[in-house]
């Protein structure tokens, strides 16, 4: 698959690129995407949720009333579970939520979720640029010649760029990533993914 490389103006360079065929060209595997999605979500939860247990209760440890006889269930103080402000059963504690995934199975997901995107038309490839300041309105400007506003728009550049990293900060449906970070989850959650000429060779790199 061939695209034409474009200038930050939206305008063609005239020169081409052909993407990869085995990283955009393979028949996406659903399940190993999901896998991946999985694991970065379980990846971004905290796991501070946290209830207290009977024991870790305070109040009085005295028995409220006689063993047999009452009528109801027996209880030993006003900690039981089965009273209004006592402790709870089995109740979440602090845990880690990730697990592990094998390299070639994130690898995989990575080219599907590429893969899609190629067939879907949504790969904008530009040369590359930068900015000498930070600078809101000429991101916007940018995105807009690329004809990519409204749209979550995923920039990967080869490099850390400062500048176009803050420029890009604000925006709610814009984000900038670099080529090394790239997972399958914010390739999938984006519309538009456009690649800079050098981060292509580095995706190449890590994924061909």
Wanted: hydrophobic share 35%; glycine share 8%; proline share 2%.
């Amino acid at each position: 698959m061939e695209l034409s490389v474009l200038n930050k103006n939206g305008q063609e360079t005239g020169r081409k690129v052909t993407l990869n065929e085995a990283i955009f060209g393979i028949e996406p595997n659903d399940h190993v995407i999901y896998l991946d999605v999985k694991q970065y979500m379980a990846n971004q939860r905290q796991g501070n949720a946290k209830s207290k247990e009977r024991s870790e209760m305070s109040g009085s440890t005295r028995k409220l009333g006689r063993q047999k006889g009452g009528g109801g269930a027996r209880h030993g103080d006003i900690n039981s579970p089965l009273l209004r402000g006592g402790g709870r059963v089995f109740g979440p504690k602090p845990r880690d939520y990730s697990f592990k995934l094998n390299k070639k199975v994130k690898d995989l997901a990575r080219k599907s979720a590429l893969s899609y995107k190629a067939q879907e038309n949504a790969i904008v490839v530009v040369e590359d640029f930068s900015m000498d300041a930070p600078k809101t309105k000429e991101f916007i400007t940018i995105v807009k010649n690329l004809k990519a506003d409204g749209k979550k728009l995923l920039l990967v550049m080869a490099n850390t760029n400062k500048n176009v990293y803050l420029s890009a900060r604000n925006l709610q449906r814009a984000e900038v990533l670099e080529a090394n970070k790239v997972n399958t989850y914010k390739v999938l959650n984006a519309d538009v993914l456009v690649l800079t000429e050098n981060s292509l060779e580095t995706i190449n790199g890590i994924l061909g």
